[in-house]
C-alpha cells in the first residue's frame, strides 16, 4: 500500500515535469510566431517556430530547475527554455509589437489552461476517465500558474517586457536601464528574485492561481 502511493506520486510530479516542459516550449514558440507574425523573420531563420524540444532546450531552465522544484515540493512552478530571438525594429507596429511578442507566450499558457480547464470540468459528459480529467486538470493548473507566473513585472520576465513596451518613452527608458543592469547580474539575479518570490509572495500567488483555476474547474476537476 505505502509503495503504491510512493510509485503513484512519483508518477504524478513526473506528469506534471513533462507537462511544465512542453508548456514552456509552447509558450517559447508563441513568442516566435508573434514576432514572425509582425514582420520578423528571426525566429523563423533560427528555426524555433517549432515544438520539437530539442532547440528549445536550455540544461538549466528546462531541467535542472524545474526538476529541483517539482521533485523538492517546491510552491512554485518555474522553468524556462531558450529565449526565442527576434529583432524589435524589425516589427511592423513600432508601438505596440514588442508588447504583443512579450504577452503572447502567456497568452497561450493561459488559452491552454482555459481549454484543458474546460475538458476537466466538462469531460465527463463526453466520456472522459478519472485518469483524463485528471491529466486535463493538471495541464490546465501548470499553464495557468506558468502563464500568470510570467506575466509579474520583473526582468527577465515577460510582464516587465510588456510593461517596458507600453510605457512612455522616458519611463521605458529608466526601466530599460533596470532590465539591463539585472540580466547584467546573470542567474544570481533570477535566484535572488525566486528567493523572495517563494519566501514572500508565493502564498498569496498560489491562493491566487487556486482561486481562478476553481473558476475554471469547480470542484478541483
Known amino acids: 500500500m505505502v509503495t503504491y502511493r510512493s510509485n503513484s506520486a512519483t508518477m504524478i510530479t513526473l506528469l506534471s515535469f513533462v507537462i511544465l516542459i512542453v508548456s514552456i516550449i509552447a509558450h517559447e514558440v508563441a513568442h516566435g510566431y508573434a514576432a514572425d507574425s509582425l514582420g520578423d ?5 533560427a528555426g524555433r517556430l517549432t515544438l520539437n524540444p530539442l532547440p528549445h532546450i536550455d540544461p538549466a531552465g528546462s531541467i535542472l530547475i524545474p526538476a529541483l522544484l517539482l521533485f523538492t515540493g517546491s510552491p512554485i512552478f518555474f522553468g524556462w527554455a ?9 516589427l511592423s507596429n513600432k508601438r505596440w509589437g514588442e508588447a504583443l511578442v512579450a504577452i503572447a507566450g502567456s497568452a497561450t499558457n493561459l488559452l491552454i489552461a482555459i481549454i484543458f480547464g474546460f475538458l476537466a470540468h466538462y469531460g465527463a459528459a463526453i466520456g472522459f476517465d478519472a485518469t483524463a480529467l485528471s491529466f486535463a486538470a493538471t495541464i490546465s493548473f501548470v499553464n495557468l500558474f ?9 526582468p ?12 512612455p518613452w522616458n519611463l521605458s527608458a529608466g526601466m530599460g536601464r533596470f532590465e539591463h543592469r539585472v540580466r547584467g ?36 476537476g
Not at 523573420?41 to 531563420?45: A, K, L
Not at 531558450?82 to 524589425?90: G, I, Q
Not at 506558468?146 to 520583473?154: A, D, R, T, V
Open 146 to 154: 506558468l502563464g500568470l507566473f510570467n506575466m509579474i513585472p520583473f
Open 41 to 45: 523573420p528571426t525566429p523563423r531563420i
Open 82 to 90: 531558450k529565449p526565442v530571438p527576434y529583432n524589435p525594429y524589425n
Open 185 to 220: 547580474a546573470g542567474i544570481l539575479s533570477l535566484l535572488l528574485f525566486l528567493f523572495l518570490f517563494s519566501a514572500f509572495l508565493s502564498g498569496p500567488f498560489f491562493h491566487f492561481v487556486a482561486w481562478i483555476y476553481g473558476l475554471l474547474v469547480p470542484g478541483g
Open 156 to 167: 527577465p520576465l515577460d510582464g516587465f517586457t510588456a510593461l517596458r513596451a507600453a510605457l
